[in-house]
């Protein structure tokens, strides 16, 4: 199978994980929504899960609805922005115009997009503002986007092709304050969400420390299933969610449709272990990706090789690397290096053109298209690196002699 260095499209279940799953389908897979004892026993592993996650981000078990994915649980923020304006509007006598939404040129499409589709549509109005040219996002640039009809701003907490962490915990602080000036001006109050599906399992993620209202978690980002989560502060009460769906009342009528149990109780244990050995994976995924920029550098040669976005935060386990004396395209280098798994950027984008996330990010497209990004894991060993450095390196040099398809 070679050398797998995908973390960042996605991770394989642990095996306590698959444990849990397994055990929940054979034994309670009664409808939890069922008053019988069979359906209260699978209630209870819903409950025992959202309790987990709770502990693991630091919220409360109460505010977490568990959703399809990471992609649900965006659009689920996102188009519900327009409701909480709506309602707003109701109960306040204003009659200000579209909601307005503040973004990064370098989110995730489950985030751009249905933003865009809004705005398309005429029911928002909205602003990306850009990232630096070290792929950052900085605070004031956001800020002053802000407006009167301001009511939701979404930045993730980390880039899935770049690693770069933004800086999620000032501007949930700024949030904070500008919302205290809003109140009296009788302006809608702001809400945040993060997407962490990148950071949860690699970095701290505390809601109490972070000031968002929503925050996005997806299993298999973390060694745990492809189900996912919203976290909504004070949900319902403080923070509102307009459900995508309407059908049944479960998960409190926000997200309706009979719980899958045991996808569920996989989760719930990824959640458990990242809250016991999060620093262990955080220290041995920087180690191993630190050894492999520094193995890359030796093969190449220091000119020869990019790691982009490398003088930001990055996560500990992500490396954007470009072979800046390379006329390969990524995509054909990867092709010509079977032992390797790895992309070019997003799993889900185009693989035949150079990544918009570098282009914004500052990275020039000639550079861009020679670039792959290699996100290794909690059990990615030095010997791992050697193997595919050394693949990589010979792969480069029979393409440069002999391009694929020659």
């Known amino acids: 199978m070679g050398v797998y260095l ?15 799953i397994t055990i929940t389908a054979a034994e309670n897979w009664a409808n939890p929504s069922s008053s019988n004892a069979f359906g209260k026993l699978a209630q209870d592993v819903i409950n025992n899960s959202r309790n987990y996650i709770a502990e693991m981000i630091h919220g409360n078990p109460e505010d977490i609805i568990f959703t399809s994915g990471g992609t649900e649980a965006n659009n689920t923020v996102v188009k519900g922005v327009v409701e909480y304006h709506r309602d707003w ?104 969400h993060s997407d962490a599906a990148q950071a949860v399992g690699k970095i701290p993620v505390d809601v109490q420390v972070l000031n968002v209202d929503y925050l996005t978690i997806v299993g298999h980002k973390f060694y745990g299933p492809r189900i996912g989560c919203l976290y909504a502060r004070g949900l319902g009460a403080r923070t509102p969610v307009y459900p995508l769906m309407h059908g049944g009342g479960q998960e409190g009528g926000y997200r309706p449709g009979t719980e899958n149990t ?88 185009t693989q035949d053109k150079p990544s918009d996330i570098l282009i914004a990010s500052g990275v020039s497209p000639s550079v861009a298209r020679s670039t792959i990004r290699l996100s290794v894991g909690r059990t990615t060993s030095k010997g791992d690196v050697d193997t595919a450095v050394s693949a990589l390196k010979r792969a480069m040099d029979q393409l440069v002699t002999r391009p694929l398809g020659a």
């Open 6 to 20: 995908d973390v960042n499209a996605t991770t394989p279940c642990e095996k306590s994980v698959i444990d849990a």
């Open 262 to 349: 045991p996808m569920v109780a996989g989760l719930g244990e990824a959640a458990r272990l990242v809250r016991l050995r999060l620093g262990d994976h955080s220290r041995a995924m920087a180690s191993a990706r630190d050894y492999l920029e520094g193995r890359l550098t030796e093969v190449f040669g220091a000119g020869q090789v990019r790691f982009n976005c490398s003088s930001a935060g990055r996560l500990p386990n992500t490396c954007s690397v470009s072979f800046v004396s390379s006329a390969l395209p990524g995509h054909q280098i990867l092709a010509g290096c079977p032992e390797v798994t790895a992309s070019v950027g997003a799993a889900c984008h």
């Open 89 to 192: 509007r109701a109960r306040s006598g204003t009659s200000s115009g579209r909601p307005h939404v503040i973004t990064t040129n370098v989110e995730h499409d489950s985030v751009a997009l249905p933003i865009r589709n809004l705005e398309k549509n005429e029911l928002i109005d909205a602003t990306f503002v850009p990232v630096g040219r070290d792929g950052c996002l900085k605070v004031e640039d956001l800020v002053e986007q802000i407006r009167p009809t301001t009511c939701l701003v979404s930045v993730m907490m980390a880039n899935n092709e770049t690693g770069v962490i933004m800086p999620v915990e000032t501007i949930g602080r700024r949030i904070f304050e500008v919302n205290n000036e809003r109140k009296s001006k009788d302006l809608i109050p702001i809400l945040f």
